[in-house]
């Protein structure tokens, strides 16, 4: 009995069955398809997105070959293309490369500007806002007081910061331009005792503290004899 059973509850699923496809088997082609369809869609939307970034990634390579090349005017046509159409990753590339050429070519007035526009895109990410704030900040060195250098990046020294190494010196060097030779030490010195200083930078902040050291020294031995003299 229990076959018959079995073989009467199959047969009742398979007229189900049918009724079901019949009805509704339609809608299970066109979501195949659909998978089908979206699958190669994103498919070919991967090979696109890479090609398109292979060519932006060759247009940046060879704008920056041109500016090692000294051709400043064809690599900033090359960069300005880029920043215009080369998506969110090389156009700001470009952007950074641009402000980098500006400052090497002694347009300090348009570097500033260039940086300090990156910094204030609150399209970027705050990390790369900061970068542009202490790239700008190295360039105000020689065209701004302490105060104002201090103002750019003086929050960014803060202990756990991760630009904080470069922040330290930009400050060192702006106290020592502007002769505050204690701040400076102290900056430097900072640098010297955080165990998490890089090395370049923590040898270059050797030798700004031997420069003051000597300095300080050269200072109060010519206040001495000044003192000297005036007895």
């Given at each position: 009995m229990s076959d018959i059973f079995r073989e009467v509850d199959e047969e009742l699923q398979r007229k189900q069955m049918?009724?079901?496809?019949?009805?509704?088997?339609?809608?299970?082609?066109?979501?195949?398809?659909?998978i089908v369809a979206l699958t190669a869609g994103y498919k070919g939307w991967q090979a696109y997105q890479s090609s398109v970034s292979g060519e932006q990634g060759d247009k940046f390579v060879a704008a920056v070959q041109?500016?090692?090349?000294?051709?400043?005017?064809?690599?900033?046509?090359?960069?300005?293309?880029?920043?215009?159409?080369?998506?969110?990753?090389?156009s700001l590339l470009a952007r950074f490369?641009?402000?980098?050429?500006?400052?090497?070519?002694?347009?300090?007035e348009g570097a500033l500007a260039a940086f300090d526009d990156l910094s204030k895109d609150s399209g970027l990410d705050s990390f790369l806002r900061d970068v542009a704030r202490i790239r700008a900040a190295y360039i105000a060195v020689d065209v701004e007081d302490f105060d104002a250098?201090?103002?750019?990046?003086?929050?960014?020294?803060?202990?756990?910061?991760?630009?904080?190494?470069?922040?330290?010196?930009?400050?060192?060097?702006a106290a020592w331009k502007a002769d505050n030779l204690k701040v400076s030490q102290a900056q430097f010195s900072s640098l010297r005792e955080d165990t998490d200083t890089p090395a370049e930078v923590r040898q270059r902040a050797e030798l700004m503290l031997a420069l003051l050291k000597s300095r300080m020294e050269a200072?109060?031995?010519?206040?001495?004899?000044?003192?000297?003299?005036?007895?």
């Open positions: 049918r009724r079901l496809w019949q009805r509704y088997g339609y809608l299970v082609i066109g979501a195949a398809v659909l041109l500016s090692n090349e000294g051709k400043h005017d064809e690599a900033r046509t090359a960069f300005d293309a880029l920043i215009k159409d080369g998506g969110a990753g090389y490369r641009v402000a980098s050429d500006l400052s090497a070519a002694g347009d300090t250098v201090n103002a750019r990046v003086g929050d960014l020294a803060a202990a756990g910061n991760a630009l904080r190494f470069s922040a330290r010196e930009v400050l060192g060097l200072g109060a031995s010519a206040a001495s004899e000044e003192k000297t003299e005036t007895q």
